[in-house]
T-cell receptor, first 113, second 110 residues
Framework: EAGVTQFPSHSVIEKGQTVTLRCDPISGHDNLYWYRRVMGKEIKFLLHFVKESKQDESGMPNNRFLAERTGGTYSTLKVQPAELEDSGVYFC???????????FGSGTRLTVV | GQNIDQPTEMTATEGAIVQINCTYQTSGFNGLFWYQQHAGEAPTFLSYNVLDGLEEKGRFSSFLSRSKGYSYLLLKELQMKDSASYLCAVPNQAGTALIFGKGTTLSVSS
């Protein structure tokens, strides 16, 4: 089966621009998670979808970040406008039930210059 | 609050055994995970411990002591391909997400 796919793998944008990251979970996985790793820090939770509903978005840093999962399939994470501190690796993960048997994607490395 | 500590870096040689420690503080406990992450790749699941004791899975074993808030990952017969970051993680209090440690970068040399 195909794994969790993230696109793009790398993105370099200027401060103030907008970037949209995409995650395609494993087919049939209702649970979708976004995490972020900033340089030198640990991987941190951003938010959790069950199908198309946001179950927990307590980790979203501020209102410049918007996540959607229309139709309960793929998800997008938009950063608008991007700031320097948004640089890091954004990981998506999915699981079939509310368990921690996550499958992670390879991440999107975002660099804001 | 919840906090996870693990060493930043470790080095070892091929064929050796290495133990990566993890201490945690949680409000409630719902198990502990170990993930392996090679540079530029996705974290991959290694083990999940919810009861005290040692669980062995091939060359890798994971130990948990809930009373001590302590776990370790034991890697035997090290191979060069084991060079990676090893992440310790516990579920948050709400049970909705994982809290990760900063990871231990293991370098295996010949």
């Amino acid at each position: 089966e195909a794994g969790v796919t993230q696109f793009p793998s790398h993105s370099v944008i200027e401060k103030g621009q907008t970037v949209t990251l995409r995650c395609d979970p494993i087919s049939g996985h209702d649970n979708l998670y976004w995490y972020r790793r900033v340089m030198g820090k640990e991987i941190k939770f951003l938010l959790h979808f069950v199908k198309e509903s946001k179950q927990d978005e307590s980790g979203m840093p501020n209102n410049r970040f918007l996540a959607e999962r229309t139709g309960g399939t793929y998800s997008t994470l938009k950063v608008q406008p991007a700031e320097l501190e948004d640089s890091g690796v954004y990981f998506c993960a999915s699981s079939p039930g509310h368990s921690y048997g996550y499958t992670f994607g390879s991440g999107t490395r975002l660099t804001v210059v | 609050g919840q906090n996870i500590d693990q060493p930043t870096e470790m080095t070892a040689t091929e064929g050796a055994i290495v133990q990566i420690n993890c201490t945690y503080q949680t409000s409630g406990f719902n198990g502990l995970f170990w993930y392996q992450q090679h540079a530029g790749e996705a974290p991959t699941f290694l083990s999940y411990n919810v009861l005290d004791g040692l669980e062995e899975k091939g060359r890798f074993s994971s130990f948990l002591s809930r009373s001590k808030g302590y776990s370790y990952l034991l890697l035997k017969e090290l191979q060069m391909k084991d060079s990676a970051s090893y992440l310790c993680a516990v579920p948050n209090q709400a049970g909705t997400a994982l809290i990760f440690g900063k990871g231990t970068t293991l370098s295996v040399s010949s």
